[in-house]
Each structure stands twice: as C-alpha cells, then as structure tokens.
C-alpha cells in the first residue's frame, strides 16, 4: 500500500533533514550548529566544499550559518 502524497513529502524532507545534520556533526558541528544548518536553507553543496577544503569546524558554522 502507498503512503499519501503528504506523507511521502514529510518523510521526504525528514531524510533530507537527518542527511544535513548527519554531515554537519561529522563535519565537527556541535549539536546545537547541526540543528540550525539541518533547518536552514544553507548550501549543502557550498558547505560539502568548504569541509572538502578542511575548514576547522569552529569556523564552518559562521561560514555556513
């Protein structure tokens, strides 16, 4: 059986949301700065080629956030 229409939209954007905290704490974020990049509309390809680069994790959340 197929979920509705909304349903598959919210646990879409519920995966989407895990995949961007996912990165951002192994990136080094702390809990709190991997919740509010996870929320934001942040560039994940700009921040995945910042941490490429090795920006230090306490400096990537003010470049990202």
Known sequence: MEEPDGERSNNDLLAVWCKRYD?????GMDDLEA????????DIGY???VV?????PELLARIVL
Do not use: I
């Open 47 to 49: 921040f995945r080629w």
């Open 23 to 27: 990165e951002a704490v192994a990136a």
């Open 52 to 56: 490429r680069r090795g920006c230090p």
């Open 35 to 42: 919740r509010d990049f996870a929320d934001s509309s942040s």
